[in-house]
């Protein structure tokens, strides 16, 4: 075999290209390609980033390094529970620092593919035998989960988001008001009248994205969701 430094350098890398090393269990020699050998850190989590933890979605019992409970192509929006491992895929014991962000928010985003994500804030957990189940409110988000993909999980703030606000109009006198605001979350709420008089009525959220208001008697104005 000619010397390293005889070969010509190559500074641009492609996912097909390749190297040569040994197999860890039988010592042969084989090729690598740089595309595998990012799967793998990836995947094993060999790059240290602060505040992030990698899981596998998966179905049945749930196993180390794994996530399960929602169905093989549940809308990342529509997520409200999870079951998941105290231990990560690359074998990090993540029980403190899970019971630590509760109460925060988190994003599960796919490996490879940002535009799958999800936007959370964990309500609360309880834990069983290394196994968490996660109680979620959806923030925002996109995409769908799919088996055996890897997802990172990782702490999540954005700290320049502007309170949203929906306004809704109700044109034509009602006792019953129904609201789709698609504001991902349980909003507060304020409603006035045409002359501009707040009027106080009991408010039932259908979910995070739709809730209905009731009053004595009907009237038209404007609610304020924020």
Avoid: C
């Amino acid at each position: 075999m000619a010397r390293i430094n005889s070969y010509p350098r190559d500074l641009d890398v492609d996912d097909k290209d390749a190297w040569i090393g040994t197999e860890s269990n039988n010592r042969q020699t084989r090729n690598f390609t740089a595309e595998a050998v990012a799967k793998y850190l990836n995947i094993k989590g060999k790059i240290s980033i602060s505040g992030q933890m990698v899981f596998k979605f998966a179905s049945g019992a749930t196993k180390a390094g794994e996530f399960t409970g929602p169905a093989d192509g549940s809308a990342l929006t529509g997520l409200t529970t999870l079951e998941i491992s105290g231990v990560d895929s690359s074998g990090q014991d993540t029980v403190a620092f899970m019971q630590y962000i509760v109460d925060n928010d988190i994003l599960i985003s796919e490996q490879n593919e940002i535009s799958n994500f999800g936007h959370f804030k964990i309500l609360s957990y309880t834990l069983n035998g290394g196994v968490y189940t996660l109680d979620l409110v959806n923030i925002g988000g996109n995409g769908n989960l799919v088996i055996d993909k890897y997802y990172d999980l990782a702490t999540f703030t954005i700290s320049s988001r502007a309170d949203k606000t929906f306004v809704f109009v109700q044109g034509v006198p009602a006792t019953t008001w129904n609201i789709t605001h698609n504001l991902s979350k349980f909003p507060s709420v304020s409603v006035i009248n045409n002359n501009n008089i707040v009027i106080n009525g009991e408010v039932t959220y259908i979910d995070n994205n739709n809730v209905q208001l009731n009053f004595s008697a009907g009237f038209s104005g404007t609610a304020y969701l924020n």
